[in-house]
């Protein structure tokens, strides 16, 4: 499971253990079955140096340590009580949103504006029991972008005919919906592709979390192949990999496809996340806690 040319940074390392943490807790392990856990997942880190793997790597390699140390299938989902309601919620502000957009002198832009802000709905970035979901969208309106390729976007969109759409979060995903509908009102005969994980991780979105909210009734929605809390590349199925290649633009949302996908980036893909760490601060040359926008392939 290797990969060319990756590794992770000690900068990561912390991060890192407090997702074990968080996941650990998150199943009720007692106190002897965590540190076992802790134990396979340093070891995991001391047989491979953090070299030819990266940070998704560890947390998937975790996932399916606890699950089968729970006894639980394969396909088990833990954090599927805390999806649920991170859509609930989110979907709970789908009608002041909208209300928000019609109010707008540019209903794509405010749309774009709140999709990237929801991208803080994150379990990946922050502890699950940390994080106030209605606070986050009740000031969704106070956030800022940092970089803004915004003309550059909407001149892609113009000229495109297939819009490949990489999801993220669980909760997100509405916000995404919305943003979806904005550019389906801008651009009618635009075909629009949401791809969303293969399998539980985190509390990244997967088919039927977006069945649950309803994007596939504003787009075709496809698996990626991913069993990651991001999308590498050589790690998807080959169906993606061809959607990858054949769209016209591509729309990768969150930390955690910016993460794998940057190296992998060309003029026509565009990120929208919000940052979230130093370390992505500093690969997007934005502040932490900006909203991002951002063309690839034209800061190398």
């Known amino acids: 499971m290797k990969a060319k040319n990756k590794h992770i940074s000690t900068e990561c390392y912390p991060c890192i253990f407090q997702q074990l943490l968080s996941i650990a807790t998150l199943m009720e392990l007692n106190e002897a079955d965590k540190k076992n856990f802790f134990e396979k997942l340093m070891q995991y880190l001391l047989e491979t140096h953090g070299d030819g793997i990266v940070v998704q790597h560890v947390i998937r390699k975790a996932t399916d340590t606890v699950i089968n140390m729970m006894n639980k299938p394969d396909d088990f989902d833990?954090?599927?009580?805390?999806?649920?309601?991170?859509?609930?919620?989110?979907?709970?502000?789908?009608?002041?949103?909208?209300?928000?957009?019609?109010?707008?002198?540019?209903?794509?832009?405010?749309?774009?504006?709140?999709?990237?802000?929801?991208?803080?709905?994150?379990?990946?970035?922050?502890?699950?029991?940390?994080?106030?979901?209605?606070?986050?969208?009740?000031?969704?309106?106070?956030?800022?972008?940092?970089?803004?390729?915004?003309?550059?976007?909407?001149?892609?969109?113009?000229?495109?005919?297939?819009?490949?759409?990489?999801?993220?979060?669980?909760?997100?995903?509405?916000?995404?919906?919305?943003?979806?509908?904005?550019?389906?009102?801008?651009?009618?005969?635009?075909?629009?592709?949401?791809?969303?994980?293969?399998?539980?991780?985190?509390n990244d979105a997967v088919l039927n979390d977006a069945l649950d909210v309803g994007l596939d009734k504003v787009a075709t929605v496809v698996s990626s192949g991913s069993v990651y809390p991001g999308t590498i590349l050589e790690e998807t199925s080959s169906e993606f990999r061809k959607l990858f290649e054949t769209s016209d633009i591509i729309i990768s949302k969150g930390q955690g496809n910016f993460e794998t996908l940057l190296d992998a980036a060309t003029r026509k893909m565009f990120f929208i996340l919000r940052i979230k760490c130093t370390m992505m601060a500093r690969l997007s040359n934005a502040q932490l806690g900006d909203l991002v926008l951002m063309q690839g392939n034209i800061r190398a």
Do not use: W
């Open 78 to 202: 833990p954090y599927r009580a805390i999806k649920t309601h991170s859509n609930t919620v989110a979907l709970d502000y789908y009608q002041r949103f909208n209300t928000m957009i019609r109010a707008s002198s540019s209903p794509l832009q405010t749309a774009l504006k709140i999709a990237a802000a929801g991208n803080i709905i994150d379990f990946g970035a922050k502890n699950h029991a940390d994080l106030d979901i209605e606070k986050e969208l009740d000031s969704i309106d106070q956030r800022g972008f940092g970089i803004y390729d915004y003309d550059e976007f909407y001149k892609h969109l113009s000229t495109a005919s297939v819009l490949l759409y990489i999801c993220d979060n669980s909760g997100e995903i509405v916000l995404d919906k919305i943003f979806i509908e904005e550019i389906k009102k801008a651009f009618s005969s635009l075909d629009i592709i949401c791809a969303l994980r293969e399998k539980p991780i985190i």
